[in-house]
């Protein structure tokens, strides 16, 4: 499973999304340009220890990332779609696409994609949900559908006693 932040723009939800993808070992993609250097103390202080766990790749423009991963199966996240994100049939070799936080991916590239685009339900009134959340709920979902395949099995908590 692949997530895809492109053009980040708040260095504590690409930190928050990096963890995730390290306790999931989910690969992450970063699309520049980045609202942050990779240096970030707030990007860090959120991936807390897992940035030596993390699978990470940095491309440095969105058509560099078409031109290596376009091929492969690419779901699009946004609030203009029209499918739900728990309606698809995930296959975990995905690229999972979220856009920058202040605009989300390119209302052309959607309508281009509407096929492959999906959205997270919520009240007509809300503008978005947090990027690190929305990453998390669709990723988990994904991995749900799967079982968990990748995930490693702690000791079971009733078994230790």
């Not at 723009?9 to 699309?31: E, F, M, S, W, Y």
């Not at 990007?43 to 940035?51: F, S, T, V």
Request: some cysteine; glycine content about 6%.
């Amino acid at each position: 499973m692949n997530v895809v932040l492109v053009e980040p723009r708040i260095p504590q939800n690409t930190g928050n999304i990096a963890r995730t993808c390290a306790v999931t070992d989910t690969k992450l993609h970063l699309v520049r340009p980045l609202g942050f250097s990779l240096q970030d103390k707030y990007l860090k202080r959120a991936g807390l220890d897992y940035w030596d766990q993390l699978d990470i790749e940095i491309h440095e423009n969105f058509t560099a990332f078409l031109e290596k991963y376009g091929k492969k199966k690419l779901l699009l996240f946004s609030t203009k779609a029209k499918r739900v994100y728990s309606d698809e049939e995930y296959r975990g070799d995905e690229f999972l696409l979220f856009g920058k936080e202040t605009a989300g991916l390119s209302e052309k590239f959607i309508a281009d994609n509407l096929e492959n685009s999906l959205r997270i339900p919520m009240k007509n009134y809300a503008r978005s949900l947090n990027l690190a959340n929305s990453v998390a709920i669709v990723l988990f979902e994904a991995y749900r559908q799967l079982g968990f395949p990748e995930f490693q099995k702690k000791g079971d908590f009733m078994q230790e006693f």
